[in-house]
């Protein structure tokens, strides 16, 4: 078992345990380096991230900010800048944790698009739609809404000369747990490698208050089932996911819960097929 999680663990990066404050601090200040170093590559100085009222978004927003106020210091430029957007699909059930992650954030603008009338324009427009189950219909207009909310947010890149920022991390990449080409597509993912519990401490570290750092993770993309905890979707814990990335002992039943659900997206952790 050890050696198929040692195996994962590697083609996902997957940082260790930080031993301690001083580490933690240190792989902030690496993650902080690596986004602004990104800017630079690419020439650019705004960086564009949707904050959902998760841990994932407000972490790797403190990162981004943290990266914009530290360029803006060096350089004296006055031009970089982080925007942080709200998606809602009309009105999102925990609007208040999204407002709370923005006041612990201070991005430098913020704008919001409602995505709702694009979604169901879109869903309208797709005639295999008709008639399909219920639930069917529901996963798949739940996708193009983070397919969506990924358009909205390259829209306003794309109009400010920016990078668009994706939160993925070690313990959503082993579950598949993102939509391909929505929250999958980034132009930088800052969180990679990273289990849940690290994401945590970061926040943590930033000084983002317990309410927000420990909420239920959830995507809420389902109208069937709004505000559905990851974790009832994985059939495991993050705590067993993080266990099993770092190598440590987890039940056999979670053992082959994520090892078969990484197989079986292994076809979103890749480039699109070519001859």
């Known amino acids: 078992m050890q050696a198929v999680q040692r195996e994962i663990a590697q083609q996902l990066k997957v940082q260790p345990p930080f031993a301690d404050a001083a580490a933690l601090q240190a792989e902030v200040a690496r993650r902080v380096a690596f986004i602004k170093q990104c800017l630079n590559n690419a020439r650019l100085k705004t960086l564009v991230l949707g904050i959902s009222g998760g841990v994932d978004s407000l972490t790797a927003a403190l990162l981004a900010q943290r990266a914009i106020n530290e360029l803006r210091s060096e350089t004296g430029d006055q031009a970089y800048c982080f925007i942080a957007v709200r998606l809602p699909y009309q009105v999102q059930h925990d609007e208040h944790d999204a407002q709370a992650c923005l006041e612990v954030i201070k991005p430098d603008e913020l704008h919001t698009v409602d995505i709702a009338p694009a979604v169901r324009a879109l869903a309208a427009e797709v005639k295999a739609l008709e008639n399909g189950k219920p639930t069917l219909v529901d996963f798949v207009v739940g996708n193009t809404k983070a397919r969506m909310r990924m358009v909205a947010q390259y829209t306003i890149a794309g109009a400010r000369g920016g990078l668009v920022i994706g939160t993925d991390h070690a313990a959503e990449a082993v579950m598949g747990f993102f939509t391909k080409f929505g929250d999958g597509a980034c132009d930088l993912a800052p969180l990679s490698g990273l289990v849940k519990h690290q994401v945590r401490d970061i926040a943590r570290s930033f000084g983002a208050p317990q309410s927000l750092v420990e909420k239920?993770?959830?995507?809420?993309?389902?109208?069937?089932?709004?505000?559905?905890?990851?974790?009832?979707?994985?059939?495991?814990?993050?705590?067993?996911?993080?266990?099993?990335?770092?190598?440590?002992?987890?039940?056999?039943?979670?053992?082959?819960?994520?090892?078969?659900?990484y197989q079986k997206t292994q076809h979103k952790r890749v480039q699109p097929f070519a001859p």
């Open 216 to 261: 239920v993770p959830t995507a809420d993309l389902e109208d069937l089932e709004p505000g559905k905890p990851d974790e009832a979707s994985h059939g495991v814990s993050y705590v067993q996911i993080d266990a099993f990335l770092h190598g440590l002992p987890v039940s056999e039943e979670a053992f082959e819960i994520i090892t078969s659900t």
